[in-house]
């Protein structure tokens, strides 16, 4: 059987901070969503009100709260835009966007056993030269509206699907991803969701947000 054809892992949730919080206000909200279900990794996202990324004490103290509260879960603790600050807080992995640094830099600064996702948009292109260039995941989207960020473009399932079939490195999608809209992108073969606001705004609370998240991957199979 080719690589290709063995099993993937079914699909776990990635969840993405709210971009401004009170780390300490947060950290129960935060335990809360970790201890209802399977969260494979948390990122911490921040940002300013003018959508820049956080200044670094900004984001020190907040990993300093918050990132024992994932790792002491087993959930794998990823710093967005700031691969130093990824190394300096020896966080599990950072994020970065098409804006932010190439994938080898990050890799650079983070060394080999830190996780490196990479935004790739609805891009077969972007995603096959991250891959390339040693990218741990490849993340797509957006798949739905959101008011978390203004994204740069729609994506389609079907890029998870080919994604899928054809290599090996884990795709995540995201997106106005919710307890609504989640399963046809698990169909579509995504081996992460990514979400924001869909689990810290959902109208039963983040808990059952994860809850019910859970429930639709492990219902939901890769359609073959
Ligand atoms: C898992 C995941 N996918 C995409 C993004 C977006 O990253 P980027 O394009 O750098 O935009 P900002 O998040 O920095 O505004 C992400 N953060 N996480
Ligand atoms: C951070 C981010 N990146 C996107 C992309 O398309 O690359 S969409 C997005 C927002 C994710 O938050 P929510 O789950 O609330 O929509
Ligand atoms: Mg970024």
């Not at 300096?88 to 640094?101: K, R, T």
């Not at 492990?218 to 359609?223: A, G, I, M, P």
Request: aromatic share 6%; net charge negative; charged share 25%.
């Amino acid at each position: 059987m080719s690589i290709i054809e063995e099993e993937r892992e079914p699909c776990r949730l990635y969840l993405i901070t709210p971009p401004r919080l009170e780390p300490r206000a947060f950290a129960d909200t935060l335990k809360a969503a970790l201890d209802a279900g399977d969260v494979a990794s948390l990122q911490l996202r921040l940002k300013t009100e003018a959508a820049e990324t956080a200044d670094a004490d900004t984001i020190r103290r907040a990993t300093e709260i918050l990132m024992p509260v994932a790792q002491s879960r087993d959930v794998a603790f990823i710093i967005n835009d700031r691969a130093d600050l990824a190394a300096e807080l020896n966080a599990d992995g950072v994020h970065i966007g098409q804006d932010d640094m190439p994938c080898k830099q990050a890799r650079k600064i983070v060394g080999p056993d830190r996780i490196v996702g990479v935004t790739c948009h609805n891009s077969r292109h972007l995603a096959m030269v991250a891959g390339e260039d040693g990218a741990d995941y490849v993340a797509f989207g957006a798949f739905y509206d959101t008011d978390t960020k203004v994204p740069k473009t729609r994506a389609e399932p079907e890029i998870l699907t080919w994604w899928t079939e054809t290599f090996v490195v884990p795709c995540v999608a995201i997106g106005g991803i919710t307890v609504e809209n989640a399963a046809p992108l698990v169909r579509a073969g995504a081996d992460f969701l990514a979400v924001s606001s869909g689990v810290w705004a959902y109208d039963q609370g983040p808990a059952a947000a994860v809850r019910a998240l859970n429930r639709i991957m492990s219902e939901e199979k890769r359609s073959k």
